[in-house]
Every structure is written in C-alpha cells, then in structure tokens.
C-alpha cells in the first residue's frame, strides 16, 4: 500500500509539472508587436519589380556541349554542337500567388533567340568533315517555381526555391555554312538533346536567382531603423510567415528602445485580431 501511495503520489507531481510547464509557455509566449498581410495584390507588384531582374539573371546561358551519332544520306555521322548560347529571354506573362505551403512563381510564353557552332565527320572512309554555325530559336516556354518563405536568426526573411518545373513548347535550329543543308535533315534530333540541356540550365539559373540574390536583398534590408535622435524600432521577424490562399502573413517585434539605454518593455503586447481582407495590397 505505501508503494502504490508514493506512486500515486509521484505521478501527481509529474502532472503539476507538467501543468506549471504549459502556464509558463504560455505567458511566455511572445505576441508580435505588429503584423503585416501581403495579399495577391502585393505579389502582383512584385512580380512586376522581379521580372526585369529574372530576365536579366537569364539574359545569356551557356549550354553544355552536344554530341552524338546520326544516320544521314552519306551514313554515319558524329557531330558535335559547340558554343550554345541563348540571348535576351523574355518573361511576357508571370503570376506570384500564395497557397498554404509557400509562393509559387508561373510564367509562360517565354521566348530567346540563340546561337551555335557545329562540326560533324564521317564515321566510314573518307572521312569528310565539316563545320559552320547554327540560328536557334525558342518559344513557348512555360515555368513554375515553388518559393518558401522564412526566417534566419537575426529576423530576417529568407527565401528558398524548391522544384522547378519547366516545359518549352518549340526550339527551332537553322545550320549556314559548309554542308547545313545535312545537318537540317535531322534538326529535330538535336533539337530534343538541346531542349532537355535547356531546361536544366533555365531552372538551375532561376532558382539561383531566388536563393543567392533574393536573400541577398532580403538580408540587405535593416531590421532596426532610427526614428529620432532619441529612439528606435525593431522591425525583425519573430515567427516564420504564415501561408494561406489569399495573402502571407508575417509577425514583427515591433517594438521601440531608447537608442541611449536599449531595455525590453515590462509588458507583453495584446494579441493583434486576425484579418481576412485581401481587397488591398499591404495590411
């Protein structure tokens, strides 16, 4: 009996602990000073600033080298494409909009002219080779990134690309010089060994764009800004953002020190009241 009595006795300990545990996560719990929402409104702003920026980041790609093998009216052939590039893409159309795990950036009707050189050589004697340069032409680009949205340890907001997917609609090759007219027998060869290398180099380069210069900009941004010879504010995130259909909201310390004796307010702030409204940009 006096066994099962202290048992009984420490489980109970056990629960008022574990009582006293959530009173004090609670309290201590802190409320974000302000809020802010950033609607489909916004997104559509940013999308607009961003734009020239992607296309700047994809304004000259270099592909990777191409060979192969192909049947032609003189037999086997190897060929080599060399010095890819693709010049001066264009984003017509793109959409940034939120959903309950993060942003997801679309664009489509995307367009690039490019450049290339080739070269190919009989397999069988005589072995006659030739060389000259190539028009490429693309069109009907479609993409989509998935974007996550949160937050270092100094407050800031980071951004993380995860999948890219992305489809091109039509590339188009037109060889000049030496024996072009073989090479645009089978340009349709080529143009699916060129599609598939064009579709890693465009993902690879967008999500660069978003991890490396978006957080750059991002962690450019001040977390603290003086609002007098006397005071300050605290700008930095305290939470990761929130993601729902419709708008991204984020939790801000929001509070103001004395720039000459920084102490935390004694008190904790109210609970800021929950918002649905999307008709504008910012709330």
């Not at 995860?162 to 072009?180: D, P």
């Not at 991890?211 to 962690?219: I, K, M, P, S, V």
């Not at 010879?229 to 004395?258: A, C, M, R």
């Amino acid at each position: 009996p006096m066994l099962t009595h202290f048992l009984s006795f420490e489980k109970m300990q056990r629960n008022i602990l574990a009582v006293f545990a959530t009173i004090i996560a609670i309290s201590t719990a802190a409320n974000p000073g302000f809020q802010t929402a950033l609607t489909d409104k916004a997104f559509g702003y940013v999308v607009q600033v961003g734009i020239p920026i992607l296309e700047q980041q994809l304004s000259s790609l270099t592909i990777p080298d191409i060979s192969g093998s192909a049947g032609s009216p003189i037999g086997t052939i190897d060929y080599t494409i060399s010095s890819i590039r693709i010049m001066g893409l264009q984003i017509p159309s793109a959409t940034l909009t939120a959903s309950t795990s993060g942003l997801l950036f679309q664009a489509s009707g995307l367009g690039a002219q490019g450049s290339c050189n080739w070269h190919y050589s009989e397999e069988s004697w005589p072995h006659t080779s030739d060389s000259g340069s190539a028009d490429l032409l693309v069109g009907s680009i479609s993409l989509a990134i998935d974007v996550v949205i949160g937050a270092d340890s100094k407050g800031h907001a980071t951004l993380s690309a995860g999948s890219c997917n992305i489809n091109i609609g039509s590339l188009s090759i037109t060889f000049h010089g030496g024996a072009s007219w073989l090479y645009n027998l089978f340009s349709g060869t080529i143009s699916n060994t060129l599609k598939n290398s064009l579709n890693g180099q465009i993902c690879s380069s967008a999500v660069n764009a978003i991890n490396t210069q978006g957080n750059a900009a991002l962690e450019s941004f001040p977390m603290v800004v003086t609002v007098d010879k006397t005071s300050e504010v605290n700008y930095e995130l305290i939470d990761p953002p929130v993601f729902t259909y419709g708008y991204l909201q984020t939790d801000h310390k929001g509070e103001f020190f004395s720039i000459a004796n920084p102490v935390e307010a004694p008190f904790t702030p109210p609970t800021v009241p929950p918002t649905t409204d999307t008709s504008r940009m910012m709330y």
